[in-house]
């Protein structure tokens, strides 16, 4: 007697949110951000946390040439960036803004991504895990 299986359900994409994304492979390669012109902004709180993120984005992408720029700023403040961004970096003791800032990511396509706070250390210390991390959620 044939057992008749179930074809296996479709994988849904959920948003980058647990360090799966920092772990997943890049999307693009380092070679897209010697192409392409790709702009994040890290927000946070106080602009403080966020700033060491995108210090080491830019650090990074200025040692090996490549067109990344971020900018960092604290929730509220120079919100108008958003529209020239292409990704937006919600640091994690600011979850409780995502649906605010969601609003705003829609209304410019621009990408929201969010982190915990252990991913968002480590990626704050390493710069070749921010920008694969920036890589695989573009």
């Known amino acids: 007697m044939a057992t008749a299986t179930a074809a296996p359900a479709a ?3 959920e948003p980058a949110t647990t360090t799966e994304a ?3 492979p890049a999307a693009h390669g380092e070679d897209y951000f010697k192409e392409n012109e790709v702009n994040v902004l890290v927000v946070c709180a106080g602009g403080g946390t966020s700033g060491i993120l ?3 984005l830019n650090k ?3 040692e090996r040439g490549l ?4 900018a960092a700023r604290a929730y509220g403040q120079d919100m108008d960036l958003i529209q020239d961004m292409d990704m937006v970096i919600l640091a994690p003791q600011m979850e409780s803004m995502k649906g605010n800032m969601q609003k705003l990511t829609d209304k410019y396509g621009v990408k929201l991504v969010t982190t915990t706070g252990r991913q968002y250390i480590a990626l ?3 710069g070749d895990m ?3 991390f920036v890589e695989s959620n573009l």
Do not use: Q
């Not at 067109?67 to 971020?70: R, V």
């Open 11 to 13: 994988a849904v994409s």
């Open 22 to 24: 920092a772990a997943a």
């Open 54 to 56: 995108a210090n080491a």
């Open 60 to 62: 990074l992408s200025k």
């Open 67 to 70: 067109k990344l720029s971020a």
């Open 124 to 126: 704050t210390n390493d």
């Open 130 to 132: 921010a920008l694969d």
